[in-house]
């Protein structure tokens, strides 16, 4: 099974989590970790450009990122999702949840 990576890079007063590989069931906890870490704490971006797959189990770590973040009055941002990702996002149903964004280039100062 091939693993996911996660590179964390700072860019301004953002936090960029850069997700290669699948996000799923047996990958998941490792985004989750990463991403909690930060969420609420700064802002935050997750860079799925390199995304191979995701399930739900992403999705929902995603979600609830996105709620830790808003609840502290931190921003948070889905950055380039690749077609997978994208896909995965709007079969949820609650696309417009995911504030997203082209390129760590178009995140709000």
Known sequence: MTGISIENTERGKYVVLTVNGPINSYTFNELQ????????????????????????????????????????????FVVSPSEVARLAIESTGFAERFPTVASVKELPA
């Open 33 to 76: 970790e990463k991403a909690m870490k930060y969420a609420g704490k700064t802002d935050l971006a997750i860079d799925l450009a390199g995304v191979s797959s995701m399930t739900s189990a992403g999705i929902g770590v995603i979600l609830a990122a996105i709620e830790d973040a808003e609840a502290a009055g931190k921003r948070i």
